[in-house]
């Protein structure tokens, strides 16, 4: 038998389950499921950021990296970036044309910044920061 290290428990207190009724009790305690995954797919939505603010999103990633930025960070965050693209066309169909078109553009935004996914690192992103 392993000697396993005794893992941290964690549990929250639902206050909000709005969206979640059916899953969700207000009020009621709930162990959390710690989670495994990519911290960086955080920046799939990026778009949103440096459409509004491209010192901002330089600033967020050098901030966060404390300017030492990976060279496979910009590969994934153009995959994430590319994927959420594709996969907010059929998401933006209920809300009308109009979020229909906002999300091409976005598309749009994307692939340029990529210059057609020729490149993975925007092309708002300093080059001589890059590692």
Do not use: H
Not at 73 to 102: C, H, K, R
Request: aromatic share 18%.
């Amino acid at each position: 038998m392993k000697n396993r290290a005794k893992q941290q428990k964690y549990f929250a207190v639902c206050i909000n389950n709005r969206r979640y009724e059916a899953s969700l009790e207000r009020g009621k305690l709930y162990r959390v499921i710690p989670g495994y995954g990519d911290p960086w797919e955080e920046y799939d939505r990026f778009v949103f950021t440096w459409r509004t603010s491209i010192p901002f999103a330089v600033g967020q990633i050098d901030g966060y990296f404390n300017r030492e930025v990976p060279e496979n960070f910009f590969e994934l965050m153009s995959l994430y970036n590319a994927t959420n693209m594709l996969a907010s066309i059929p998401w933006a169909i209920p809300f009308g044309d109009a979020e229909v078109q906002a999300m091409l553009r976005n598309c749009d935004l994307v692939f340029d910044c990529y210059d057609g996914f020729q490149s993975f690192v925007p092309k708002w992103y300093p080059q001589q920061d890059a590692k």
